[in-house]
């Protein structure tokens, strides 16, 4: 849309200061997201909607899915027992004080994942099928992958809270050119689709992620500063619209259909303002802004965890993914004393020393997730039960041996009570059923209505 220049506005003029005013605004014109004010007035203002994605007692019904990387050395995760009297392994043994809030999980494949007629290229498929159970076009540019479990179920309830969904990453963000033996990279950096050809992609700086959730500024001053920014991008919406509907009648009908499709993003940029709105004024937590990426990888993981429990706690969210590291990740853990890359040490070959050191790397990603679970335990919800029990946390892989590469009997935790919907404390042996039918049935329980069907599923999955 074509503008006069600034020198060609008479001085002091209204239109030039609104002007300037939109061209300093810049790329502000994309709103970011707001905090939520807080669960209570949330499901007053939602009014007969709050039925989706809430528990029994209305409180939220929290969604999330934490992917870990290469997979995990099988001798060491799977327990030992029958479903109830089961022993956990060395790997899953950090879990044991939360053993009445968890499933081990057995018996659950992505075939897609399989290679067949599309050769190599495990890990980028280990990512990309984690959430959707498509299979994907092997293309370093024609990216074709399917709608992930996470956004369906966000395009259902995140009308709920301030942020349909949060998408969180400790690792670096690629979308494009090729990464996995032909593959694109947004295959294998991305666990959350849009649409077949969309990932979400995930933010990996704390910093940026708390301020997305709660504005920038300190303690304090927060709120205040969310809701000048809300009143000034109002402002610029409303200048624009007039601009563009003073400038229709001037266009041709092809100028025509290219504004109706600009006034198409702005209408969504409005129609975002007008759910912050209906938010109220930001939750202010009285912590500080983090500083950015930490320095030692735990605290790296443990922080982004951290604002994981904060979206949920806040009710900014009920829907979040977490990629801990992308599948082939070849991070070496010098704090645990191992040297090598990761995915180098997979490929083992049945070497005894560097299986030791792969069920090492596997036990210290099950140590952050228990000590998040545990912060969960312990942080009480709006009806007095502990966040945990409001939540289903899937905790898994794409790859089931890395050794391997296979894709069958994929290791998976599915953490929380849901509510009182599942029924945790159990080993469950699914017996080669798709990770798609799982999907199914937490998509229910979330109120997703419509969905017969998701990737390759067969069914709903009993007895969670």
Not at 188 to 197: E, M, T
Request: aromatic fraction near 8%; charge should be neutral.
């Amino acid at each position: 849309m074509k503008t006069p220049a600034a020198s060609s506005l008479p001085l002091g003029s209204a239109a030039m200061d609104r002007r300037n005013f939109l061209r300093g605004l810049g790329a502000c014109i994309a709103l970011p997201a707001f905090a939520s004010f807080g669960a209570p007035r949330a499901f007053a203002q939602a009014g007969g909607a709050a039925k989706l994605a809430t528990t029994a007692t209305g409180a939220p019904l929290r969604t999330a899915f934490v992917f870990f990387p290469n997979g995990a050395i099988p001798s060491a995760w799977w327990p030992e027992g029958g479903e109830k009297d089961f022993k956990l392994n060395t790997t899953l043994a950090p879990l044991d004080p939360l053993r009445n809030h968890v499933q081990v999980l057995g018996g659950l494949d992505h075939a897609n994942a399989v290679g067949g007629p599309d050769g190599a290229g495990d890990h980028a498929r280990g990512n990309g099928v984690f959430l959707t159970g498509v299979r994907l076009h092997k293309s370093a540019t024609d990216v074709r992958a399917g709608i992930s479990i996470d956004q369906v179920i966000a395009n259902q309830v995140g009308h709920l809270t301030r942020l349909p969904s949060l998408e969180l990453t400790c690792d670096a963000n690629r979308k494009s050119s090729g990464c996995d033996s032909g593959y694109s990279c947004a295959y294998q950096y991305n666990i959350s689709w849009a649409n077949a050809s969309t990932p979400v992609t995930p933010e990996n700086n704390p910093r940026l992620v708390f301020e997305r959730l709660f504005g920038p500024g300190a303690h304090g001053e927060r709120a205040a500063g969310a809701q000048r920014r809300l009143a000034a991008r109002r402002s610029v919406l409303d200048f624009v619209m007039d601009d563009a509907r003073r400038m229709s009648g001037r266009l041709d009908a092809g100028d025509r259909d290219k504004l109706d499709q600009y006034l198409t993003g702005i209408r969504s940029i409005e129609s975002r303002i007008q759910q912050a709105e209906k938010f109220g004024p930001n939750t202010d937590p009285d912590r500080a802004t983090p500083a950015g990426i930490p320095s030692v990888h735990a605290d790296y993981v443990d922080i982004m965890y951290d604002m994981m429990l904060l979206a949920f706690q806040t009710d900014t969210t009920r829907v979040s993914t977490f990629i801990l590291g992308h599948d082939g990740d070849n991070r070496s853990f010098g704090q645990i004393g191992i040297a090598e890359g990761h995915h180098d040490l997979t490929h083992h070959q049945n070497d005894e020393a560097r299986i030791a050191k792969v069920a090492q790397i596997d036990r210290w990603y099950v140590e952050r997730f228990a000590a998040f679970l545990q912060k969960m335990e312990a942080t009480k919800d709006v009806d007095g039960r502990s966040l945990l029990h409001n939540s289903r946390i899937v905790y898994g892989s794409g790859n089931a041996d890395g050794n391997r590469h296979s894709h069958d009997n994929l290791p998976l935790i599915l953490a929380g009570g849901g509510g009182g919907a599942l029924g945790a404390g159990r080993f469950v042996q699914h017996g080669g059923k798709p990770m798609s039918n799982l999907f199914l049935t937490l998509a229910d329980q979330a109120g997703v209505t419509g969905l017969d069907r998701f990737g390759d599923s067969t069914g709903r999955l009993a007895n969670v």
